[in-house]
């Protein structure tokens, strides 16, 4: 039986410290975790100290997130002293780089204390709108590309005892507005969204431990212009002809995209199917978000069982201990990695697979 909906929850933090309101409304409403950003990370021994902290609060311990594709969302890398190259720099190297990239940045995470890694991203980099709008966070424009590389990254995550997550489900690269701001809606036929933007997800879906929805509407799938993340539709179109059985996240429920309260957006989407509400910010509206729900109609059940099986994952993967040497050493082959990435392909002596 699932014990509480706040174990639904991935919640932000304000900052690098876990202030006192954030110890006292968690340890009473336990979240299955948290997800942290470049403001929660201010160097490597904090990071590290402030998810041990983060893991003793309560009981289950929770998990911890991130987002780690490297490029413009790339919250490890400073923390190493580097930047991590985005998805498009590793694809056009080949998909041997894109293989070796996810397992450095999934180490990386795993050492700090990471469980999950929000990636990869397996939108399309359509020309005029997710070209521009996912700026190279996509790994190409054709889908069998982006099937290919989201394949190798996701081994180099599991290769480094880390989970992973497709996003942004059925695809965001046709959105024409960053759903950040605005509602993207897509304006495209539900047979040529299926052969193109959905394709890497219906090959994936069933190998990867998770799926994030995003906030663009696609009325061709739906029949009419509601956000996926609050589309019983589109939960069912990856529950069922997709496959999947892994746990589903929303996007950011705090997102332009969205409108209402927090408390509305993450019970709309709980009522439409998704397992795992994730919130960057808003603490305030925390115990109103559980409380509602918890009231609203559904399957607690089978989002508890899917959540529980993430979890065993996770614990049945080797945590090493972090040491300042460890990340050192850890540092010093990811420069190595970003100059041999610099040098054309004949001089590295390799090809792609």
């Known amino acids: 039986m699932f014990n509480d909906a706040s174990q639904r929850f991935v919640f932000g933090l304000e900052g690098p410290e876990l202030s006192p309101r954030e110890r006292m409304l968690f340890s009473a409403h336990p979240p299955l975790g948290f997800l942290l950003f470049r403001r929660n990370l ?111 990254f996701l081994h180099g995550l599991a290769r480094a005892g880390v989970a992973s ?94 409108g209402g309260s927090l408390a509305d957006r993450a019970a709309a989407a709980a009522a439409a199917g998704a397992d795992v509400l994730v919130a960057a910010k808003g603490i305030e509206e925390y115990v109103e978000c559980v409380a509602r729900v918890r009231e609203t109609p559904g399957s607690p059940e089978a989002a508890g069982s899917r959540i529980a099986s993430l979890r065993s994952r996770c614990r049945s993967s080797p945590r090493p201990p972090f040491t300042p040497e460890a990340w050192e050493k850890l540092a010093d082959e990811a420069r190595t990695f970003l100059e041999v990435l610099e040098r054309p392909r004949e001089q590295r002596g390799e090809t792609s697979f």
Request: glycine share 12%.
């Open 42 to 152: 201010s160097s490597p021994s904090q990071a590290a100290s402030l998810i041990e902290e983060l893991r003793g609060l309560f009981s289950p311990a929770p998990l911890l997130f991130v987002d780690q594709e490297g490029g413009t969302v790339d919250r490890i890398g400073p923390l190493l002293g580097l930047k991590f190259p985005p998805a498009a720099l590793l694809a056009a190297k080949g998909t041997d780089r894109v293989h070796e990239g996810a397992y450095l940045m999934g180490r990386a995470a795993r050492l700090l204390g990471f469980d999950v890694d929000f990636a990869p991203v397996l939108d399309l980099a359509q020309p005029g709108t997710g070209a521009v709008v996912l700026e190279g966070r996509c790994f190409g424009f054709h889908p069998e590309d982006v099937t290919l590389a989201g394949t190798v």
């Open 165 to 258: 997550c497709l996003k942004h489900f059925p695809g965001l690269g046709r959105g024409p507005v960053d759903s950040h701001l605005s509602l993207p809606v897509v304006d495209a036929h539900d047979v040529d969204l299926m052969v193109t933007d959905v394709h890497p997800f219906a090959k994936l879906a069933r190998s990867a431990d998770g799926v994030m929805v995003g906030h663009a509407a696609y009325p061709g799938l739906t029949g009419e212009p509601v956000p996926a993340s609050l589309s019983a539709t589109l939960y069912d179109l990856l529950r069922g002809r997709l496959g999947f059985g892994g746990v589903v996240y929303t996007d950011d429920l705090t997102m332009g995209a969205l």
